[in-house]
């Protein structure tokens, strides 16, 4: 009878160079010596993927968004096939497969790919011979291989979905900015996704989605230490902690606001359309309601979508009849997570309570089931995070039991 | 009706860098407006294949040879997309495939795999959309882009197969060492063939061979002028020409001598056999017949596997009863080629004499039907190249006809 079945994710930081390639190689050698199949996805190696778009942009400013999924890929394969090679070295049979030959299928949206289906009976054969399958993680996603390591993982019937990544897990806060922020040992999905949305930067959001929709028991580990991470899985005790789980940050983000538009029916959507249309995602909309039938409309887009955001909009200006258009790159986001918020009032006026003892200025505000956040200024937020920290003794383990013997089994 | 049925193929200088690769772009581009359907075979970027063979061999010191074959394609992938995108970028229609995609089936030897079929009905249908075809032109063949190239035009029925190049064809000698060398317009494959064999590094004798054996019209050309090149093809007046055709010269070798063998039966398979099953190519071979019941045994092999050679030999040095191994890496090979060669023994006579006016020592002879092959001091190899080309009269055209129109035409 097989041991249990791991897939296993190495980000591009994990696999820079030759040692790093070769130390992962070593893990997977113990990991596999403990008798368990293993399926490992990759990113590229270091900055290969932007080495690359850079030789297209030397090419060309429109890079055909088909052959530009084909080149990104080769970036995967190279650390695949390196991979594979440094665990023959030790001894340890291995293969490594494109997306393609590992059965994985997307729906042919280049540039931005959703995984379609895993067909994995190649997978099987070659973990059934005794070898461990290397996937190359790209699939035709700009950094999907977190999602393809998780659908990997549902499809297979994984026992664990392990990311490996340069963090140690998901922390109440960025330790760089609050000493005393703290490795969760649990979270839920939902709450991952809001951290995740709002600036955690350590797992791609529809990874966690799809977890949450198959149920995969995601851990968020170091490969650079011997250390448990953070699972990330159904909490039992979420509706009892009522609690601030985390706080993200977001630096990311520029603010456009149309003073003086005209207050009449259809002109959000002249707005919004053409934006959707070119791809920019807007997040926080915030309309200051009439003075003598104009409005002020801001809203934010991701910083580096500010210039075309511009030159998408400022020829409407004069059609819709607003006055101007201002901008601000020198903004952030701070966003309190957590699946108690809702129920509880008191969250909010503590959150803008704590800001506002800091002499913090909130410009807008967005909330969710589970989470409130404030744009702020970009240089406010270091104190921010540490106002907000404090504020919610977040630096206090859960009375709850984090990482309760059920789940913690599990990582 | 459609035009010509083109195959090209563009080595990894003229891919080089992002302005290379707009430049040949731009000679697809307009040779597409000339009607021709186009398939162009790509070798990897510069020196993409000496980095990745770099990166391999900091992993490990024998790399698993599937997985470095996967490795090394990238490279071609990478290739293929960016001259697709510059396509795009100048408004031709383009797609870039991989060897799978585009049919080529190999015989699954990694690292020396052979071209077993190809199935063209992709390309065919690519074309038939009115796009020009990218093919990676790595087969599991270091530097097997040549053969892809050759062997898609057989199976395609390609009206020709241009090898471009970063010189700018066929020359009588290296232009480099002989400011008189001559470009021929025209050169029987089995002359192209001895040619390559003996160290005219402009094309891949496998590629060669497939040509002659499928009365593929080649040409090889400059990808940096507007010049016509050498085409390879059936010499009608090749019996008549009787004349040397060209002189190729090889530093890539090594001579190993054996002192004193034995003189007994079995003696030269001790040798040789561990030698091939090393895949280690022995050349030359010299024996001098016995002093006393023993010889001496020379051979040449390529340079780089000297040490290997030496490594598998020495131990058998004993057992064999020989008393010493000799070596010497400071030789090169100088050959003269003609179709005439075997029926006019006056060649040999004249190419000995003026090696030895020249004050050049022949330290070993070859010879084929169309060829004859001295060993001689690499510091010699300059003035040998000299002599012989002045000895056989190589600065003047052939008076026979040198790119008649029949074959003129076919470039």
């Known amino acids: 009878m097989p041991g249990p079945l791991v897939v296993q994710k190495y980000g591009g930081s994990s696999l820079a160079d030759a040692d790093r390639i070769r130390r992962v190689a070593r893990r997977i050698a113990r990991e596999r010596a403990g ?7 990759v990113s ?3 900055d290969t993927t932007d080495e690359l778009l850079a030789l297209a942009g030397a ?4 890079p055909d968004a088909r052959e530009l999924d084909v080149l990104l890929a080769t970036g995967e394969h190279q650390s695949a096939t390196l991979l594979s090679m440094a665990l023959h070295a030790l001894g340890v049979p291995a293969i490594s497969l494109t997306g393609a030959q590992a059965g994985i299928t997307t729906d042919g949206r280049y540039g931005k790919a959703r995984i379609a289906g895993v067909e994995p009976r190649r997978i099987r054969a070659e973990l059934d011979a005794g070898k461990v399958v290397i996937v190359a993680g790209f699939q035709g996603l700009r950094g999907g291989s977190d999602t393809t390591a998780v659908a990997l993982a549902a499809r297979l019937h ?3 979905c392990q990311i490996f990544t340069d963090v140690r ?9 609050e000493p005393t922020a703290r490795q969760l040992p649990l979270i839920g999905y939902e709450e991952m996704l809001e951290l995740a949305h709002q600036g955690a930067q350590v797992m791609q959001t529809r990874a966690v989605e799809l977890g949450w929709v198959n149920g995969v028991v995601i851990e968020v580990l170091s490969s650079f230490e011997d250390a448990p991470g953070t699972v990330i899985a159904e909490d039992p005790l979420v509706e009892q902690r009522n609690k601030v789980r985390g706080l993200a940050h977001d630096r990311n983000v520029a603010k456009v606001t149309l003073v003086d538009v005209p207050d009449r029916p259809g002109v959000a959507r002249s707005v919004f359309e053409p934006l959707a249309e070119a791809g920019i995602i807007v997040d926080m909309i915030v309309q200051n309601v009439g003075h003598g039938g104009a409005t002020d409309l801001s809203f934010t887009v991701p910083r580096a979508d500010l210039g075309r955001a511009k030159r998408i909009l400022e020829p409407i200006l004069r059609t819709l009849g607003f006055r101007e258009l201002t901008t601000d790159s020198a903004i952030a986001k701070i966003s309190i997570v957590g699946a108690g918020i809702q129920n509880a009032p008191g969250y909010a006026a503590r959150m803008f309570g704590a800001l506002a ?3 913090i200025n909130i410009e807008m505000i967005s909330t969710s089931e589970i989470r409130i956040t404030c744009l702020i200024a970009e240089d406010q937020v270091d104190a921010a995070v540490r106002a907000l920290h404090a504020a919610f003794e977040l630096e206090r383990p859960d009375e709850m039991g984090e990482g309760a ?5 599990a990582s």
Chains 1, 2 share one sequence.
Not at 170 to 175: N, S
Not at 405 to 409: C, E
């Open 405 to 409: 013997g059920a789940v913690g089994a």
């Open 158 to 160: 994984a026992d664990r």
């Open 357 to 359: 003892d800091a002499g």
């Open 35 to 41: 008798a368990a199949e293993l399926v490992i996805v």
């Open 44 to 46: 590229a190696m270091g």
């Open 59 to 62: 090419i060309t400013d429109e």
């Open 169 to 177: 897990g998901i922390f109440t806060a960025d330790p760089r900015l």
